[in-house]
Nanobody, 118 residues
Framework: QVQLVESGGGLVQTGGSLRLSCAAS????????MGWYRQAAGKQRELVAR???????TYADSVKGRFTISRASATNTVYLQMNSLKPEDTAVYYC????????????WGQGTQVTVSS
């Protein structure tokens, strides 16, 4: 079992920055890659960024150039650095970990609220 705990959300003004953290614990060896998703009010959950064990990254077009995903292996922590925040970035952000095998369920954090004031 893998547990994910997010932190770092909050309220910021347009153009501000936040860094989200996701601390993973448990059977980390069973994880293929990790990422961040977000869900705005009234909208579907969408992938924001993903990082593999070999540090290959993927970003949604809407955040390219502004957000950076990274990981710290020593602490089993994944980060999402968010710069130049916009009101449309307002959402609950969820940490995700995909299992190595597709028949096993993904792991999700509890979510952390990010609000960008206009």
């Amino acid at each position: 079992q893998v547990q994910l705990v997010e932190s770092g959300g909050g309220l910021v003004q347009t153009g501000g920055s936040l860094r989200l953290s996701c601390a993973a614990s448990g059977s980390i060896f069973s994880v293929r890659d990790m990422g961040w998703y977000r869900q705005a009010a009234g909208k579907q959950r969408e992938l924001v960024a993903r990082i593999s064990s070999s540090d290959i990254t993927t970003y949604a077009d809407s955040v390219k150039g502004r957000f950076t995903i990274s990981r710290a292996s020593a602490t089993n922590t994944v980060y999402l650095q968010m710069n130049s925040l916009k009101p449309e970035d307002t959402a609950v952000y969820y940490c995700n970990a995909r299992a190595k095998y597709t028949y096993l369920p993904d792991y999700w954090g509890q979510g952390t609220q990010v609000t960008v004031s206009s």
